[in-house]
């Protein structure tokens, strides 16, 4: 499995990706998954994508395994210095490790910005794959968080995590 995860790569989004995107984000796989589970029209989807490209508030990285598109991985500021973090990956690239190797070097790009940065993310209960990557990538469970979406669980970043063995 980790072979195949050492050949990925991040690069930041842009403006040709448009189009990759809107058909990513309304494939039923990623729609049962995704937090929303609906997918989004055309007109939603350009207006958030010029809102990424021309804002400061989110960090969107395309996932790419060994030159080839994947996934992506986004980081979007909700208050000073803390960021909701989303990921998903394409249906035939899941299972394989590429998440939490993408999760671990988009943390870390984001960290060389700015090391006091602390990243939070909502994970749907059923959503057991989600959960283990951002466990394995050095997330927790927070009990007592504030304001989750109905049928998600919290998870806060922890580095101290990333030393505990996590089984595959």
Known sequence: MRAAAD??????????????????????????????????????????????????????????KEGTPVGQVRFDLREEAIYMVSIYLLEEYTGRGIGVDALRRGLELMKHKKSNRRFIAFIKTDNRASRSVFLKAGFEEIKDFKNVPPGHIAMAYNPENLYIERPE
Not at 27 to 35: A, E, M, V
Not at 43 to 61: A, M, P, T
């Open 7 to 64: 050949s990925i790569s991040l690069r930041l989004v842009s403006p040709g990706d448009k189009e990759m995107i809107f058909k990513w984000r309304n494939t039923p796989f990623l729609i049962k998954h995704g937090s929303s589970g609906k997918g989004v029209t055309c007109k939603e989807h350009c207006r958030w994508f010029d809102s990424v490209l021309n804002g400061e508030d989110i960090s969107l990285f395309i996932i790419e």
